[in-house]
C-alpha cells in the first residue's frame, strides 16, 4: 500500500502566495480604473476650462506634440472647445450612466430571478417568457423604439440601458436560487419564521452574491459600448452634455482633419471596456471555486 506524500510546508506556502499573486496586466488594469473613477469622481474640480466655452480662433487646434501649445494639452474640437476639459466631463457622464444603468439592470433581473424561483408555477413561466423575449428581440431596436415613442432624458435613458442584460441576471438569480433551496438551508430557516423576504436577502443572496458581480463586470463594457453607440447615432446623451460616444460622434466629420477629436475618445472607451473585461475574467477566477 503506498501512501500519498505530502508536500512539504515550503511548497505549500509557495503554492498559496501563486495563488494570491495578482497578474501585472490586471494591476494595469486596476491602476486603469481607478484614474478614470477618480477623473469621474473629481471632474468638477479637475476640469482646467469650461467644456461648453466657444474659441472659434483656437478652433481645431491640434494636441501637445502635434503643433499645439501647451494651454490645450488635448487640443480642441471643431468649435474651439478644449478637449481636456470636454473628455473629463464625458469620462463622468459615461462612467455615471455604465454604473446607473448595470446597478438597476442587475437589481431588476435578481428580483424577477428570485420571484421565479419562489412561486414557481405560472409566475415563473411568465418571468421566463419575458427573458427570453428580451434575449431575442436587438436591443437597438428595442431602444430606438423607446426613445421614439417617450423621448430622450437621462433619466430615461439609463434606465432603458438597465434592460440590456438584466435577463442574464435573472437565469442567474433564478438558478442559484433554486439550487439553495434543494441544499434545505433556506427551507429551514424559513420554518423557523422568517419572512420569505428575509430569507433571500440574509440567507441566499449573499451566497450568489459572487456570481452575480462577475456578471455586472461583464455587462459593465458592454453597457459602455452600447451608450457610445447610442450617442454616436445621436440618440444617448443630448446637449449641452457630452458623453464619450457623443464626442467621437462630433469627430467623425473631421476625421482627415483633425483626427484627435474622434480617436482620443475611442481611445478611453477601449481602455475603459478592456479593463474592466480584465478584472471581471480575474474576479471570476478569484471567486469561482471551480476555477481553483
Avoid at 128 to 137: I, K, N, Y
Wanted: with cysteine; aromatic share 8%.
Amino acid at each position: 500500500m503506498m501512501l500519498q506524500r505530502t508536500p512539504p510546508d515550503h511548497l505549500r506556502v509557495k503554492a498559496k502566495k501563486d495563488r494570491k499573486k495578482t497578474p501585472l496586466l490586471v494591476c494595469v488594469a486596476l491602476a486603469c480604473l481607478a484614474l478614470l473613477v477618480a477623473t469621474a469622481v473629481l471632474a468638477n474640480v479637475i476640469i482646467p476650462f469650461d467644456p461648453a466655452a466657444i474659441d472659434l480662433l483656437a478652433r481645431l487646434s491640434p494636441p501637445v506634440g502635434l503643433g499645439g501649445t501647451a494651454a490645450h494639452p488635448l487640443g480642441t474640437d471643431e468649435l474651439g472647445r478644449d478637449m481636456l476639459s470636454r473628455l473629463i466631463l464625458s469620462i463622468q457622464m459615461s462612467v455615471l450612466i455604465a454604473l446607473g444603468a448595470t446597478f438597476l439592470g442587475a437589481v431588476l433581473g435578481t428580483v424577477l430571478g428570485f420571484l421565479a424561483a419562489h412561486f414557481r408555477g405560472w409566475t415563473e413561466h411568465v418571468i421566463l417568457a419575458l427573458v427570453d423575449f428580451q434575449a431575442t428581440v436587438p436591443f437597438l431596436i428595442l431602444a430606438l423604439a423607446v426613445l421614439a415613442f417617450i423621448g430622450n432624458s437621462l433619466p430615461v435613458f439609463i434606465c432603458l440601458l438597465a434592460l440590456h442584460g438584466w435577463e442574464r441576471y435573472a437565469r442567474i438569480a433564478r438558478g442559484l436560487a433554486i439550487s439553495a433551496n434543494a441544499q434545505g438551508y433556506a427551507g429551514a430557516v424559513e420554518q423557523l419564521g422568517a419572512h420569505p423576504v428575509q430569507v433571500y436577502w440574509r440567507h441566499i443572496l449573499p451566497n450568489v452574491a459572487a456570481t452575480l458581480i462577475v456578471s455586472m463586470t461583464i455587462s459593465f463594457p458592454e453597457i459602455i459600448l452600447i451608450e457610445s453607440g447610442l450617442s454616436f447615432l445621436g440618440l444617448g446623451v443630448q446637449p449641452p452634455s457630452t458623453s464619450l460616444g457623443a464626442m467621437v460622434g462630433y469627430g467623425r466629420d473631421y476625421l482627415t482633419q483633425a483626427p484627435w477629436i474622434l480617436v482620443i475618445p475611442s481611445f478611453v472607451i477601449s481602455l475603459m471596456a478592456l479593463s474592466i473585461s480584465l478584472v471581471g475574467d480575474w474576479m471570476r477566477d478569484r471567486l469561482d471555486g471551480s476555477q481553483r
